[in-house]
């Protein structure tokens, strides 16, 4: 039907090129704006500049159907359209811990200064709890005289990797300070969603502003707390997956995200913990503050754990020695290398002299572009060639595959830093490796089967 909401997406990042494309998937006309030229230019012919299982595929379709076009003209997105989702970045300002709001004030107000015709503003960014009750501020101060609007919040839970996904099967549908027609006009938007079964939450502006916060601090929480485990599982001989393993059959604990390692990196979680952190300080909620404080040192902490178990490795000093790399992502299933704790530790270790050389299956580009200065690899093998220690850093399932038996072949001091706790230790024993992981205690290669002793 044509009296369907037409929809503007502002910012056309990980979010909001998945929402775009997602919305148009439901079967709406939608326009992506964005300041960058390129991005407009490589969205608009089916390109994605970042990595995103199944994103160009969908964004290609529906640029096809007709429903997606992008541009860099948002007066003119504006005018065309009813309900604009603002997915702008709110990245951690240079110089200090709070959240930079620029990009989300400037989209508000853009969106507002040139409405034509009545619309609602949605709210996607994260944002520190109160930034939404400001932006209507905002939002009645540039709207034109007459022109009718309302602002809501609806927070966006998706995981890079699995952005369409989760887009598309939300696990619940948060709506903040929702008028009746709003609320009306959002679950038009999101019928399919509803009909599968997604719940709706209506609340006020600052409790949906907090339900995302909050979401990325319990989990970021979770793996710290784990971490701190594992800490203790290596100070007393215990094993920490196995513990994992139990913990999460306990249903109030859950498997999920308790898995001890390198620690959480990305574009949010980091970010989030510590903007948080600023806005508790800021409103006097000092626990809170406190309790992400400690989340955010577990975390950082297993970065060095992860250097010094190197330099142990590498007989005492990294200096001049070559070390491999295998990961640089933050995550699997992902170039993003934004605070990957991976990159940051090879980073860290070429720093104190030794010759780095990495290989990520998705990331070396990005990787290459923050850190040009390290060496990438092709295969892991390159990557491997007479170091003197090798690192695993991101869970890849085909590093978590690759061959002990041949990296041992091209490699003389066997000892794999294990910083994902996900390779098969007896597998690398048995190909003579020595396994180091984190929150268990190191496996030493299986005694060589001497075969002349045997006949
Ligand atoms: C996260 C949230 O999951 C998502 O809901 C939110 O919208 C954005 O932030 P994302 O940053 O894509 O998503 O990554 P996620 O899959 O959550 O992983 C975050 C980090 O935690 C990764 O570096 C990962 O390696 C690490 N992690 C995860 C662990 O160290 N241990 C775990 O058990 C799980």
């Known amino acids: 039907a044509t009296d369907r909401p037409r929809i503007s997406v502002i910012g056309t990042g990980y979010l909001g090129a998945t929402h775009a494309a997602a919305m148009a998937e439901m079967g709406f006309d939608v326009v992506g704006v964005d300041q960058d030229p390129r991005k407009v230019e490589a969205l608009s012919a089916g390109r994605v500049p970042f990595f995103e299982p199944g994103l160009p595929e969908l964004i290609e379709k529906h640029v096809a159907t007709g429903r997606l076009r992008f541009t860099t003209d948002i007066a003119e997105a504006t005018a065309v359209s009813d309900v604009h989702f603002i997915c702008v970045g709110t990245p951690q300002q240079a110089t200090s811990f709070a959240a930079n709001l620029s990009y989300v004030e400037d989209a508000t107000a853009a969106v507002a200064k040139n409405l034509t015709h009545p619309g609602l503003i949605v709210g996607k960014s994260t944002v520190p709890v109160g930034t939404a009750a400001r932006l209507r501020l905002l939002v009645a101060r540039h709207v034109p005289a007459g022109v009718g609007v309302e602002l809501i919040w609806n927070p966006e839970f998706l995981r890079e990797g699995k952005a369409v996904d989760d887009t598309l099967s939300p696990d619940r549908i948060v709506l903040g300070g929702a008028s009746p027609a709003a609320e009306a006009t959002m679950r038009e938007l999101y019928a399919l969603p509803i009909a599968a079964g997604a719940p709706v939450i209506t609340c006020d502006l600052p409790t949906a502003e907090l339900v995302k916060v909050s979401a990325n601090a319990f989990l970021a929480t979770k793996i710290s707390f784990i971490n701190a485990i594992a800490e203790v599982c290596e100070a007393a001989g215990a094993d920490v997956s196995v513990l994992a393993d139990a913990l999460g059959h306990d249903v109030r604990i859950g498997r999920q995200f308790l898995n001890a390692g390198l620690g959480f990196g990305g574009g949010c979680l980091p970010k989030d913990i510590r903007a948080l952190m600023h806005r508790s300080k800021e409103l006097g909620a000092h626990q809170a503050a406190g309790l992400m404080q400690q989340v955010d040192e577990i975390n950082m902490a297993q970065r060095q754990s992860v250097i010094d178990k190197t330099v142990v490795a590498a007989g005492g000093s990294v200096l001049n020695k070559r070390i491999g790399v295998l990961g640089v992502a933050f995550k699997p299933f992902t170039d993003d290398v934004r605070d990957s704790p991976a990159l940051n530790v090879a980073a860290a ?49 085909e590093l978590v595959d690759v061959s002990p038996e041949s990296l041992g072949e091209i490699v003389e001091n066997r000892v794999v830093i294990d910083a994902r706790n996900c390779l098969d230790p007896e597998r690398w024993a048995a190909a003579g490796w020595r396994v180091v992981s984190l929150g268990k205690e190191t496996v030493v290669p299986a005694p060589a089967v001497r075969v002349a002793a045997l006949v």
């Open 349 to 397: 270790l070429h720093l104190r002299g030794a010759q780095v050389t990495v290989h990520d299956p998705e990331a070396n580009g990005t990787a290459r572009a923050n850190f040009p200065t390290l060496s990438y690899a092709s295969n892991p093998l390159d990557a491997a060639i007479g170091a003197s220690a090798l690192l695993v850093l991101t869970e890849w399932p």
